[in-house]
C-alpha cells in the first residue's frame, strides 16, 4: 500500500519555470524524503527532511514540511530540460520503519 | 562495489517456473530493501532487512515470494510458481541503516508470459 500520494500526478512545464509537486501522508513520520526516477529504473536520493525541520535547500531544490498538515513540497526552480522525470516522496516511520513510496508526479520539462 | 548491483536487469520466465533475482548492496550498509513497481505507479514496499534478518516482510503478496540475505550482504529475492501478475520492475535498495537515505539499484525486470 502507498502511503503518499503525490500531486499533481503529471506536470508539464517550460524550460527556466519553477515546477512545484505536493505530497500528503497518513501516519506519523520521522523524516520524510524526495526521490526521482528516469525512465523506471533505479531511484536516485534527491532530500531528506526530518520531522522537526519545516524546510530545507539543496542547489535548485527547496523542501518544505508541515506536519501538522502531513504533507510536504518540493519546488524546483528554474528547471531544466533534464530534470524531466518522475519524482516521488517516501516516508520513514517514526520508529524505525520502513521507507514507504507515494505515487509520483511525473514532471515534464519542454525545452 | 561503487553502488547497488541487481542482476539479472532483464528476467522473462514461463508462468509457472521459479526465479531468483539477486541484490548486491553497497559495502556496509546494514539495511536492505525489496520493492515492485507496476508501470505508472510508485514503489512498493515489499520486504527489509536488518543485516541478516527480515525486519519487516509484512509487504511481501504472498508465500510464493520469499526473501534471505544469509551473511548480512548479498540478497536474493525467491518468486515460486510465477504468475503474470508477478510482472514489474524489482528494486532493491540499501542504507547504512534504516529510515536514511536510500540507495536504489537499476532494478530487474521480471516478465513472466
Known amino acids: 500500500s502507498q502511503q503518499g500520494e503525490e500531486d499533481p500526478q503529471a506536470l508539464s512545464i517550460q524550460e527556466g519555470e519553477n515546477a512545484t509537486m505536493n505530497c500528503s501522508y497518513k501516519t506519523s513520520i520521522n523524516n520524510l524524503q524526495w526521490y526521482r526516477q528516469n525512465s523506471g529504473r533505479g531511484l536516485v536520493h534527491l532530500i531528506l527532511i526530518r520531522s522537526n525541520e519545516r524546510e530545507k535547500h539543496s542547489g535548485r531544490l527547496r523542501v518544505t514540511l508541515d506536519t501538522s498538515k502531513k504533507s510536504s513540497s518540493l519546488l524546483i526552480t528554474a528547471s531544466r530540460a533534464a530534470d524531466t522525470a518522475s519524482y516521488f516522496c517516501?516516508?520513514?516511520?517514526?520508529?524505525?520503519?520502513?521507507?514507504?513510496f507515494g505515487t509520483g508526479t511525473r514532471l515534464a520539462v519542454r525545452p | 562495489g561503487a553502488g547497488v548491483s541487481q542482476t539479472p536487469s532483464n528476467k522473462v520466465t514461463e508462468k509457472g517456473k521459479y526465479v531468483e533475482l539477486r541484490c548486491d548492496p553497497i559495502s556496509g550498509h546494514t539495511a536492505l530493501y525489496w520493492y515492485r513497481q507496476s508501470l505508472g505507479q510508485g514503489p512498493e514496499f515489499l520486504i527489509y532487512?536488518?543485516?541478516?534478518?527480515?525486519?519487516?516482510d509484512s509487504g511481501l503478496p504472498n508465500d510464493r515470494f520469499f526473501a534471505v540475505r544469509p551473511e548480512g550482504s548479498v540478497s536474493t529475492l525467491k518468486i515460486q510458481r510465477t504468475e503474470r501478475g508477478d510482472s514489474a520492475m524489482y528494486l532493491c535498495?540499501?542504507?547504512?541503516?534504516?529510515?536514511?537515505?536510500?540507495?536504489f539499484g537499476q532494478g530487474t525486470r521480471l516478465t513472466v508470459v
Open positions: 535498495a540499501s542504507s547504512t541503516q534504516v529510515n536514511t537515505e536510500a540507495f
Open positions: 517516501a516516508t520513514g516511520g517514526s520508529s524505525g520503519d520502513k521507507l514507504t
Open positions: 532487512f536488518q543485516g541478516t534478518g527480515a525486519a519487516d
